[in-house]
């Protein structure tokens, strides 16, 4: 099975859940047999891997017959599916304000990042930053076109595109070479933004949905959301949950003897709205009534960020309440294996690896409702996100009652082994060999 | 003369709310007292009270020849008392027709026989007294809760005066042997031990309803004719099921009444069949050989143990934290300490904290926790407070022995109020 994947990230270009879903996927899938193109915006140094081949869309050369069929069957996937307006609008789903002032300078540095092109009638190129920027839309558009290109001359059986970043990429690719498209969505509009979409990102996510042969949803949730908002058909979309893929060795972490009579409660994700961090918060602000010498952390960035530093200046638990930005590899390793729970608060999630690396560090999690990941774990401590006591009434006890950290982990270490990137690996080749005709 | 020995576990018990670590130490309100007699008034209604009524009818038409037994809770007896009273008139209607025996039981439906002999003793005499005063009876049987078993339980209850103890007819324990005759426990030959005869009790209790059962339908006749069939090899077949499978767990429309309005007259088509109470059986009967049992059993689940409600650590944790208390309420002695403590032993909340089979419950008597570390989480909490309050309890009561032995004194008052001075002279 030869298998062409657009994606947005992957390691180690990445940027939040997205890039590390299609690590241990397309790794898993190439232990089943799949050969895997992988093309990103732009690849750079050290992502080249043994399992699959990175390309690069950026600065693959466009022939103009190749352009004039992309400008003809390109012309109704844009115009009439998607209402493409050229404003310069603040498109920002996984952003940062540290990624946003970074990209922002890189735009200023190349303000004429559009057509490269050496003289009339050569083929001709675009170069792209890749990540999240405020032109995110015209970089989506044109990697709808570089990513077709490579599309055009390769051999492969199906073309699979991760979000709605690389979905008019795959309608293009779709459409100029007849091969079948499977649109995986790890988070929709609906998810990122509630009920304040970008209409703009949803019409393409629509747009995509709607032409895939199939669709692969991340949890039954997503799928549920995928089919009311988007009115695509029940049968054509299955659920595939994605898993955690272990760490070869895991260094293990000493507690600092000051710190060890004390115990730990973490929140790790962006700092935005999808997330519920100001439910976390006001979690803590209930459990330091009763337990004082917790320590709560928050690890992440994110828009709401300056607002929560305030707000737990306000409530004035500061010292109990730290704030450790945004983490990278070996910090995120000590901060997991530091913790006594992890919270995952989340307003909407449609699945969250997270809790599920939480658990490779043997950390209790507490997950909220709404979340995909809570529909795979079982031994996981569940809360609505908004029932902020109910909350803080499940933090108490783990940290209470040492029993209860003991079993969960006990069971989770349990669950953890059927939870598996070879399962979903099996289930795409499946969602193959279907759209593909079983070739 | 082989005869049916027919007894019903009816038990129900409180559910705990949804207890906070908010609400520990600012209130004590522990039950879900909404739904707890919403679940209650619904049972009374699909099954106590039309079971108890058809019962009542069998035994008016077929006289002596119809008898059955029951073992009640004392939850249970709280609830119908505090919701459906007339629940306990219809087991009262059914006591006064003199063919009903009432089987002892702890009146929590506790597991304190495990943790505590002197709570379990004084238990077990407690319900005995209220049984008498409800239903007019001593009872000579017993069945521990949830059919719980040793050797050292028979020698227990021999001291307590019963005659009779009912009792799982595992295989582990029978082997070879059937469980259609009245044995002898090896611990104490003075007892008469009923074995529940396991197939026959789930044809009715468990698979009644399922059709996929490959002997579904069961009617009357064919369940007689299955009783019929082992007559030869058999003094006394015990068909010990929980209550609620008449109208609950087998809804009415699946036909159960009828079933059992048919089942007299269908098995006592043979002649030499009658029905006994296990009162009678005992009276009557002589063991055919001893039963060692000396690990603790169980009527639930396949392993027939204690797993259900000792599964896990946090099962023990729960069940080990709520019985170091046991010396510090009997000592304390206040009654609404006592009678929360226990309410507390009730073995559902442990079962509760299950994680054998999670969402597995019977469909009669579900989990009320979305989850069992939920369960756990909740029942720790209430604890937590249960024992604040007996502090406090014990406080009190220290401080009033103190007063009671230090008023005669004056000494001790002048010590206090010279070191009330220094101390404002620190600051």
């Known amino acids: ?439 | 003369m082989p005869a049916l020995c027919l007894c019903y576990e009816v038990h129900e018990p409180y559910r705990l709310r949804r207890y906070t670590v908010f609400d520990m130490g600012q209130n004590s309100v522990y039950e879900d007292d909404d739904r707890n007699c919403d679940t209650l008034l619904f049972t009374a209604r699909v099954c106590y009270l039309r079971m108890n009524d058809l019962l009542l009818k069998l035994i008016r038409r077929y006289g002596k020849d119809f008898k059955v037994a029951f073992s009640i809770s004392g939850t249970a007896l709280d609830q119908f008392e505090q919701y459906a009273p007339e629940v306990v008139d219809s087991f009262r209607a059914l006591a006064d027709t003199g063919c009903v025996e009432f089987v002892a039981e702890t009146g929590p439906h506790s597991l304190a026989f495990l943790y505590s002999r002197d709570e379990f003793d004084l238990q077990v005499r407690e319900h005995c007294a209220r049984i008498r005063r409800l239903f007019g009876q001593k009872p000579v049987t017993f069945r521990n809760t949830e059919f719980v078993y040793n050797n050292d339980l028979a020698v227990a209850l021999e001291k307590l005066g019963f005659k009779a103890v009912l009792a799982e007819g595992a295989d582990h324990v029978l082997g070879w042997r059937s469980p259609n005759y009245l044995y002898r426990p090896i611990s104490t030959p003075r007892l008469g031990l009923l074995l529940r005869n396991v197939p026959l009790s789930s044809d009715i209790g468990l698979r009644f309803s399922d059709r996929g059962w490959n002997q579904w339908p069961l009617t009357a006749e064919k369940y007689a004719a299955w009783c019929h069939s082992v007559a030869d090899s058999a003094e006394v077949i015990n068909i010990f099921n929980d209550y609620h499978c008449f109208g609950l767990r087998h809804s009415g429309e699946t036909g159960i009444f009828d079933f059992m309005e048919a089942l007299p007259a269908a098995l006592l088509a043979r002649k030499d069949f009658r029905f006994t109470t296990p009162a009678e059986a005992v009276k009557k009967l002589k063991p055919v050989g001893e039963i060692d049992v000396p690990e603790f059993m169980s009527w639930d689940d396949e392993g027939r143990d204690l797993t259900a409600w000792l599964g896990n650590d946090m099962q023990k944790d729960a069940v080990h934290a709520l019985y170091a208390l046991t010396p510090r309420v009997r000592k304390v002695n206040a009654p609404e300490l006592t009678h929360d403590f226990e309410r507390l032993q009730t073995s559902d909340h442990f079962r509760y904290i299950s994680t054998k089979w999670f969402a597995d419950f019977v469909s009669d008597r579900p989990n009320p926790f979305n989850s069992p570390y939920d369960a756990y989480i909740t029942y720790m909490n209430v604890l937590a407070d249960f024992e604040m309050r007996l502090t406090a309890a014990e406080e009190t009561r220290a401080a009033s022995a103190a007063a009671t032995k230090q008023r005669p004194r004056a000494k001790a008052g002048a010590g206090r109020q010279r070191s009330a001075p220094s101390a404002k002279a620190g600051v």
Request: charged letters at 25%; glycine letters at 8%.
């Open chain 1, 1 to 439: 099975m030869r298998v062409l994947m657009f994606g947005w990230e992957f390691p180690p270009h990445i940027s939040g859940g997205l890039g590390t879903a299609c690590y241990g996927m397309t790794q898993a899938l190439a232990k089943k047999g799949a050969q895997i193109i992988f093309v990103l915006p732009r690849a750079g140094e050290g992502g080249q891997n043994d399992f699959l081949r990175l390309e690069s869309a950026s600065g693959t050369p466009i022939s103009e017959d190749a352009a004039e069929r992309m400008v003809r069957v390109g012309q109704d996937i844009w115009q009439e599916n998607i209402r493409f307006l050229s404003v310069a609008s603040p498109l920002t789903p996984y952003l940062t304000p540290q990624d946003y002032a970074a990209s922002l300078r890189s735009l200023q540095r190349t303000p004429d990042s559009a057509e490269t092109r050496s003289r009339p009638g050569a083929p001709f190129t675009f170069r792209l930053q890749g990540g999240y920027g405020p032109d995110l839309m015209s970089e989506v558009r044109r990697f709808s076109r570089l990513a077709s290109a490579i599309a055009m001359r390769e051999n492969f059986d199906v073309i699979h595109v991760h979000d709605w970043m690389t979905y008019p990429a795959g309608m293009l690719a779709r459409a100029l070479t007849g091969k079948p498209l499977v649109a995986h969505i790890h988070a929709t509009e609906y998810d990122r933004s509630g009920e304040n979409i970008n209409t703009q990102v949803a019409d393409i996510e629509r747009a995509g949905l709607l032409a895939a042969d199939l669709v692969v949803a991340v949890s039954r949730l997503t799928r549920q959301t995928v089919i009311e908002r988007y009115g695509v058909r029940p049968e054509k979309v299955v659920v595939v949950y994605n898993a955690v893929a272990r760490h070869e060795v895991e260094r293990r972490y000493e507690i600092p003897p000051r710190i060890r009579h004390e115990k730990r409660v973490l929140f790790l994700g962006r700092v935005t709205f999808q997330k519920g961090p100001e439910y976390f918060m006001e979690a803590a602000r209930l459990v330091l009534q009763k337990i004082p010498n917790a320590r709560f952390f928050m690890a992440g960035s994110g828009d709401m960020l300056p607002q929560l530093i305030r707000r737990a200046g306000q409530l004035r638990i500061g010292r109990r309440f730290h704030f450790a930005g945004f983490l990278r590899g070996e910090q995120v390793d000590r901060m997991f294996a530091l913790s006594d729970l992890y919270v995952m608060p989340s307003v909407s999630e449609p699945f969250g690896i997270t809790p599920l690396e939480a658990m490779l560090y043997d950390v209790p999690v507490l997950l909220s409702r709404q979340s995909g990941v809570s529909e795979v774990l079982e031994h996981a401590l569940k809360a609505d996100f908004w029932d902020t006591r109910d909350m803080a009434d499940k933090i108490c006890a783990v940290l209470r009652y040492p029993c209860l950290a003991a079993e969960l982990v006990k069971n989770c270490r349990e669950e953890m082994k059927s939870i598996r990137w070879e399962n979903a690996a099996d289930q795409l080749m499946t969602v193959y060999h279907n759209v593909s005709g079983g070739n």
